[in-house]
Structures are given as C-alpha cells and as structure tokens.
C-alpha cells in the first residue's frame, strides 16, 4: 500500500549527477554557437565546429541515463498518468515558451516579410504545430524543418517518443532484452550514416526518420550505461570532462569519413563520457557553476533558434563582412545565454512550480 508519505516520495526527484548537469550546459552553448558558425561558414569544411550538431546525441544518451535513474524504480508504482504529468510539466512550458518566441520573431523580422507570403491562417498553424509538436515541414524557405518556428523543437518531438516507449515499454525490459534494443539502434545509426554519408538528420521533412535512429540509439545506450553500472571512477573534474565534450564537436569535417567518425563518437564516445562524468569528483569550487550551467541547458536550447532566424535573413540581406559576424556571434551567444536565464527564472521555474502545485497535489 502506499502512503501518502511514500507518494511524497516517489513524486520527488532524485539527485543530480552535478557534472552531468554541467556537460548539458556546455553542449548546450555549443549548440548555440554552432547553428549561428552554420550560416556565417557554409562550407562546413572550414567550420571548425561543423560537428556540434553531435550535441544532441549526447543529449540523448544523457537524457536515458538520467530517465533510468530517475524512473527505474519509481516508474512501476507512479503509473503512466503520473509519469506524463511530471515529463510534461518538465519539458512543455519551454516548447510552447519557444513557440511563442519564434512566432513573435517570425511576425518582426525586419530582413523578411515570411509573414505576407504565409498569412495568418498558415502561420497559426505554424504556431500551433510547434506548441503542440506537430511535425509541420511546411516552408522551403526553412529547410523544410520539422518545426519551422522553432527549429530545435524537433529534438524534444523524438524525446517525447523516447519518454513515451520508457513508460510503455523500455523499464520493463531485462539488461539482455535492452543490449539488444540497443545492438538494433547501432544498426539502424550505421545504415543511416551510410545511406546519408552523416548522422546529422532527423530534424526536417526529408530526413525525418533519421531522427529515429538517432534517439534509439542513444536513448537506450544511455539507459544501458545506468543500467550495467558502468559508472568509471576518476579524477578527471568537471574541467577535464568539458576538455573530453568539446574534443567531440571540434572533430575536423570530412565528407568522405563522416560516414566513420561520427558513428564511432556517438556509438562509443558518448557513452564513455556520460559513465565519466557520473564517475568523476566534482570540486566543491565547481557545485554552483554545474548547477546553474545544468539548470539554463533546457531554456537555452529552447529559446535561441527564434533569434537564429532573424541572423539568417540578416546575413542573407546585408551580407555582412566576417570581422562583423566575429562581433555579433559572440555577443548575440551571451545575450541569448542571459535571456534563458531570465526565462527559466521568471517564467519556467515559477510556471512548473504552479503546475505541480495543480496537478501533483
């Protein structure tokens, strides 16, 4: 039987592993910089973070680590409602906050009149497909992204998948039963970084299904590494785990060996960083920055690819020279770092507060 203490408990979120936290932060702002070097240097061979799309599987694989010990042994007595409530209430007031920001940078964007060209009743249902996650590759003029207002969105469609297969179906399956979920998602990666020469795809209507593959993987892998125990001691510190992240994205890009590296990072690489990083000693010098770093990794990842839209049509307008963009990247990453901080302190913690307050009582 359980009590209502021991409801209290189950409800209540485990520890932090704080360098997790802190990695997620990290690639985060990878992420960032990254989609804005992606319009400044085209040619991802020069680019010297061509590979900081990997971020999200490194996500990924964090998230099913992090899901598996979170969930593993509460999930059976929480049941499936309760278990979408605290997922939803984790992750959907940022969607819709994000799909409200693109919308608002899609209606004022000074190099771009999409809104003549779309009207209004297709741009309410841009709106309305990103807030509910809707995949809607409804506009050329965006690559065709899956979420044409908020282009990230496409990361959190698949976790939603994710989340939703744990519940159903991923807790309940033995190690051996797991191994081999994950053996088929590293078979599924490779055919797509063949078929593709990458594994870059997953977020736009013509590489949808890539997206699956990506998150199969991952996802299971991380949960795989929690589940075995894989958990290495060391000594390396959170600054030698983000020396270990950042060697990841800072690959040089080759289209001839992509096909390679970038299912060896993915397959092999980060899984080994996230048993590092739940392994390794975090200096108490470290404990406030991991934690803010962890904290502000979901709102920057949400809230900074409205803005990335307006420098898109900024570039392809002005044309601006590199020693301009060498000015703008740097500062547009550090206002968008503190806008997410002051989303997640004004309007995410206090609206997830309001709704466990509603909904979890």
């Not at 400044?40 to 680019?47: D, F, H, L, S, V």
């Not at 590979?51 to 490194?58: M, P, R």
């Amino acid at each position: 039987m359980i009590t209502a203490k021991n409801k209290t408990n189950l409800l209540a979120t485990k520890q932090h592993f704080e360098i997790l936290d802190g990695l997620r932060g990290v690639a985060a702002i990878v992420v960032v910089i990254y989609h804005f070097m992606e319009i400044a240097i085209t040619n991802y061979n020069k680019n010297f973070l061509s590979h900081g799309f990997l971020a999200v599987d490194f996500f990924f694989c964090l998230s099913g680590f992090v899901i598996a010990y979170a969930y593993d042994s509460r999930a059976p007595h929480i049941g499936i409602t309760q278990f979408f409530k605290l997922r939803l209430i984790r992750l959907h007031p940022l969607v819709v906050i994000g799909s409200v920001l693109g919308l608002i940078t899609f209606l004022i964007d000074p190099y771009s009149d999409l809104y003549e060209v779309y009207g209004f009743g297709k741009t309410l249902l841009l709106f309305l497909s990103s807030a509910f996650l809707i995949p809607y590759p409804a506009m050329p003029e965006r690559y065709t992204n899956l979420f044409c207002l908020n282009a990230p969105a496409w990361s959190l469609f698949w976790e939603y998948i994710a989340n939703i297969f744990y519940i159903f179906i991923l807790y309940r399956l033995g190690k051996k039963s797991l191994i081999a979920l994950v053996v088929i998602g590293a078979v599924c990666l490779c055919y797509v970084a063949v078929r593709a020469t990458n594994v870059g795809g997953g977020w736009g209507g013509q590489n949808f299904w890539d997206g699956g593959a990506r998150v199969l993987y991952s996802f299971t892998a991380g949960m795989l590494v929690y589940r075995l125990n894989w958990v290495i001691k060391n000594k390396l510190g959170f600054l030698g785990m983000i020396v270990l992240l950042l060697a990841a994205f800072l690959v040089p890009f080759n289209d001839k060996y992509n096909w390679i590296s970038e299912p060896i990072l993915v397959l092999f690489y980060f899984p080994l960083l996230v048993a590092l990083g739940a392994g390794t000693v975090l200096n108490p010098s470290f404990k406030k920055i991991c934690n803010l770093s962890g904290e502000i990794s979901y709102p920057l990842y949400m809230v900074h690819y409205p803005f990335v839209w307006i420098f898109l049509t900024y570039v392809a307008e002005v044309k601006p020279a590199m020693s301009t963009l060498w000015v703008v990247i740097p500062v547009s990453v550090t206002l968008l770092v503190l806008l997410a901080y002051l989303v997640m302190k004004f309007v995410d913690i206090p609206l997830r507060k309001y709704l466990k307050a509603k909904f979890l009582s």
